[in-house]
């Protein structure tokens, strides 16, 4: 089943922070945060395994809730050069579980 | 680390012709690779997991004698697609997964075909 990521785009300006959410309508082994630019790989950003947990590198951080149905991906001080389009992948509980994408968010950084 | 390298970036040719895109894990043993394909601005949608030595489980709705995907060795995945019609055209992108980190997917850069 498909998270669902929101908003559907975000625009700020260099400097701004931003959140992006991404949801799931049942408890979740993980969430994956990817970036990807245009005509580019994604690049992975992190994963959350544990209800309850935060982490980040640099400026980038994500949390994921307490049930493990809800992540968010927090942007502090944006960059230029974060940029692109951020998907989450979720892996259901359960076994042979897959990881699925959500539809992905735009995110513009202007100077 | 973690690298994983496609190839051919960009590929164009005649309706009725195949293609073979390849999948590497550069620095890492791959034991599962995947394979997506994405239209553009939509999400990456999974067309197959393959584990090395073994044959591809496909989704639903792939057609496996359209798309052959053959995981030759823990290195190494291969995408050819075959009797490509332009409805075939799209961005496939490799992703591959290793023992040292089983949850995450690295992936290639991905390959634009466009078939004429």
């Known amino acids: 089943q498909q998270p669902v990521q929101s908003p559907q785009a975000v625009i700020l300006r260099e400097g701004e922070d931003a959140v992006i959410n991404c949801s799931s309508s049942k408890a979740l082994y993980s969430v994956h945060w990817y970036r990807q630019k245009h005509g580019e790989a994604p690049v992975f950003l992190m994963i959350l395994l544990k209800g309850g947990e935060q982490k980040g590198h640099d400026k980038i951080s994500a949390s994921f809730n307490e049930k493990k149905q809800q992540s968010s991906l927090y942007l502090t001080a944006s960059q230029l050069s974060y940029s692109g389009t951020y998907f989450c992948g979720t892996v259901p509980t359960g076994a042979n579980s897959k990881l699925t994408f959500g539809k992905g968010i735009t995110l513009s950084v202007r100077p | 680390g973690a690298v994983v390298s496609q190839h051919p970036s960009w590929v164009i040719c005649k309706s009725g012709t195949s293609v073979k895109i390849e999948c590497r894990s550069l620095?890492?043993?791959?034991?599962?690779m995947f394979w997506y394909r994405q239209f553009p601005k939509q999400s990456l949608m999974l067309m197959a997991t393959?584990?090395?030595?073994?044959?591809?489980?496909?989704e639903q709705g792939v057609e496996k004698d359209k798309f052959l995907i053959n995981h030759a060795s823990l290195t190494l995945s291969t995408l050819t697609v075959t009797s490509a019609h332009p409805e075939d055209s799209s961005f496939y992108i490799c992703?591959?997964?290793?023992?040292?980190?089983?949850?995450?997917?690295?992936f290639g850069a991905g390959t634009r075909l466009s078939v004429l």
């Open positions: 620095d890492f043993q791959a034991t599962t």
């Open positions: 992703s591959a997964q290793g023992r040292l980190t089983p949850n995450i997917q690295y």
């Open positions: 393959s584990n090395e030595g073994s044959k591809a489980t496909y």
